[in-house]
């Protein structure tokens, strides 16, 4: 079980970079935030002069092709934001705000393992204030083809098991679960990085993908092996990363989850189609509150009303 208290940063904290698709530099800036304001995004730097204020929430979701992508091209958006997402909820941050400068986040090394460093050097301190969670009651899922995501009730936490199902022998078939807390996302998650297959690296780039991408960002697999010189991080890297996408992705729930996810050759589309589908139903959650302590939180439900608007008082 996560801490009962929600958490932000106890200092700035600042990268640059690429993006992984549109090659272009990049700078963002971690600050910290009050109890209850939640994840968002201040983008800058638009030709018209104007910031715009993107909340982290799956409402939020315009694009999910290779990459999910928050806000409107038009009045300003945020691409590539599940490396980043999935770093705050491993950590279990509640309460940041992300300002940036460009239209999407640096890729860094293709993983979340330096948003990770970063976080750990402006340090994590409580809000002072309960940490609400979203309790699934019931399960959901959304499929397409023979991929699914799935959420089902889970009483320890939140659980990820995820699957994936590649026709290249070189990625395969792989399956990793586990229960969600700090260690294990540090452990066994932040350092897995994006994957690509190089017989379609010419068709994403005549599509305006992937400009950015080089072998020190992305695992390239070839016909006969992965073509990085220094290999993988894990013997089953490519299903890591997978499951570090999902954790990214589910943070737009806008509240931690407590409960069990399951996907089978998932996606960015899949991950917040389930999202979509769990709160098209308000019987299908609670919002419970920790109240207790670090090791043993009490978790206390709310009414309907007080629930909703507390969870995303933009439906």
């Known amino acids: 079980m996560r801490s009962s208290q929600q958490t932000t940063l106890r200092s700035t904290v600042s990268l640059t970079g690429i993006g992984v698709h549109s090659g272009n530099p990049v700078s963002i800036t971690l600050h910290p935030r009050e109890a209850h304001e939640g994840v968002e995004f201040l983008r800058t730097g638009m030709p018209n002069g104007l910031d715009r204020l993107i909340k982290a929430h799956h409402s939020q979701v315009s694009a999910t092709e290779l990459c999910t992508v928050i806000g409107d091209r038009h009045t300003g958006a945020v691409a590539t934001i599940e490396h980043l997402m999935s770093a705050l909820s491993g950590l279990g941050l509640d309460n940041v705000l992300v300002e940036i400068d460009g239209p999407e986040m640096p890729i860094l090394d293709g993983s979340s393992a330096p948003f990770v460093a970063a976080i750990d050097s402006a340090g994590i301190v409580s809000c002072g204030a309960p940490r609400r969670f979203i309790k699934i009651l019931r399960p959901i899922r959304a499929e397409k083809g023979r991929a699914f995501s799935e959420l089902r009730p889970y009483e320890r936490g939140f659980r990820l098991d995820v699957e994936i199902d590649f026709e290249s022998p070189v990625i395969g078939r792989s399956r990793k679960a586990l229960d969600l807390t700090p260690a294990s996302y540090r452990r066994e998650i932040a350092r897995a990085r994006t994957f690509g297959m190089m017989r379609d690296v010419e068709r994403y780039w005549k599509a305006g993908f992937a400009l950015g991408a080089s072998l020190e960002n992305t695992v390239a697999v070839g016909d006969g ?57 308000r019987a299908n959650y609670a919002i419970v509150e920790g109240t207790g302590t670090r090791r043993e939180p009490v978790l206390a439900e709310f009414g309907v009303g007080l629930g909703v608007a507390a969870y995303a008082p933009d439906l």
Not at 263 to 275: D, E, F, K, R, W
């Open 225 to 281: 092996g992965v073509v990085n010189p220094e290999g993988l991080r894990y013997p089953d890297e490519f299903v890591r990363h997978k499951l570090l996408d999902a954790v990214g992705d589910l943070a737009l729930a806008g509240l931690p989850i407590l409960g069990a996810y399951q996907s089978y050759c998932g996606g960015h589309a899949l991950n917040v189609a389930v999202l979509d589908a769990l709160f098209a139903n």
